[in-house]
């Protein structure tokens, strides 16, 4: 079946530093990704989302890119800010046939930001 | 925003007692789904729906049900409670097809614990 595998966390970073987390998948047919973002105390925000290879998904900085050819969809900031500082969720979502738009998720990465 | 309730929020409850979660949707949407957030597992699929009295099982469906008597509600029934049942559980719908790009949206959740 498919599964997400994200880098272990937590992770810690000082204000302005460069963010990576790893996500790499494995799907049959051609699955869209997703980076979700939870901040404390609520629920999961879409961060951004990649439908097919090679796209490259972005908002508030953070950017992915869809990379078949390794399974992957790491996500990176050039430059955290404290107000960065939640879990961050990789999903896949394989919508044909009956899989009825599931979302298969990481384990999550817990980031904290210290100024 | 999506248009989703969750209520409660917060419960505490004893083992052996059951508990029913409900999620309220005002825009009509046909799936909807129930996932629990545990840490180092990060969401976990309990069942979903795809239609008023259509749904089906997740990964964790043991020691749930569900039912979808009508399009806004969808309600998880724990029938004897459990402390292994202590979690976080997220209620999320999944657009109309038209635009969607397989992204699901999600509650605020409800935080069960089961003493």
């Known amino acids: 079946g498919d599964s997400v595998t994200q880098m272990e966390g937590p992770v810690t970073l000082s204000e302005e530093a460069f963010l990576t987390i790893n996500c790499t998948y494995t799907?049959?047919?051609?699955?869209?990704l997703f980076w979700y973002v939870q901040y404390p105390g609520e629920g999961l925000q879409l961060l951004l989302k990649?439908?097919?290879?090679?796209d490259k998904g972005s908002n508030k900085g953070f950017e992915a890119t869809y990379r078949k050819e390794t399974t992957s969809f790491h996500l990176e900031k050039g430059s955290v800010q404290v107000s960065d500082s939640a879990v961050y969720f990789c999903?896949?979502?394989?919508?044909?046939?009956?899989?009825?738009?599931?979302?298969?998720f990481g384990q999550g990465t817990i980031l904290t930001v210290h100024p | 925003d999506a248009g989703i309730t969750q209520s409660p929020r917060h419960k505490v409850t004893e083992t052996g007692t059951p508990v029913t979660l409900r999620c309220h949707q005002t825009e009509n949407h046909r799936y909807m789904y129930w996932y629990r957030q545990d840490p180092g597992h990060g969401l976990r699929l309990i069942h979903y729906s795809y239609g008023v009295k259509d749904t089906d099982k997740g990964e964790v469906s043991d020691g749930y049900s569900v039912s979808r008597s009508k399009t806004e509600d969808f309600l998880l029934t724990l029938e004897s409670a459990t402390s292994s049942q202590t979690s976080v559980y997220f209620c999320?719908?999944?657009?109309?097809?038209?635009?969607?790009?397989?992204?699901?949206?999600f509650g605020e959740g409800s935080r069960l614990t089961v003493l």
């Open positions: 990649a439908t097919k290879a090679d």
């Open positions: 999320a719908i999944r657009p109309r097809a038209g635009g969607s790009t397989g992204e699901l949206f």
């Open positions: 799907a049959t047919g051609y699955p869209s």
């Open positions: 999903a896949l979502s394989n919508a044909g046939g009956t899989s009825y738009g599931k979302l298969t």
